[in-house]
């Protein structure tokens, strides 16, 4: 019976520690942010993902929410449901394409394709 209980208090732990950061396990794709502005209180972050053009928002002012400087990032798209923003939800970490788990979270933005 012990054992039964054991297992379960660890398994409780493991869901909790994976819901409550979603970006364990989320792989980080390189990304390289053109610019950014700053429009009637909307930040906008001007990316380039492979071929593709994207753009990501958020409230100024808001807890992750920040202008970023031009160079190499890492972005993570988050799972539906998580985030603050009710869209598709990436975290941008500044770190080094080769060590994705020392990234640093640099912001959290609304995905505009």
């Known amino acids: 019976m012990k054992r039964i209980v054991s297992l379960l ?25 053109k610019n ?12 380039q993902n492979a071929a593709k053009s994207l753009d990501l928002q958020c409230n ?21 449901n998580y985030g603050m923003y009710d869209c598709q939800n990436v975290e941008m970490y500044r770190g080094d394409s080769e060590k994705p788990e020392s990234a640093q979270k640099v912001g959290e933005y609304c995905l505009v394709e």
Do not use: D
């Open 36 to 47: 950014s502005e700053v429009v009637t209180g909307v930040v906008i972050v001007h990316v």
């Open 60 to 80: 100024e002012g808001a807890g992750n929410c920040k202008a970023l400087s031009s160079g190499n990032y890492l972005m993570v798209e988050l799972p539906k």
């Open 9 to 33: 208090a660890v398994l409780l732990a493991v869901f909790v520690v994976l819901t409550c950061n979603p970006a364990i396990g989320q792989e980080k794709t390189p990304v390289k942010v």
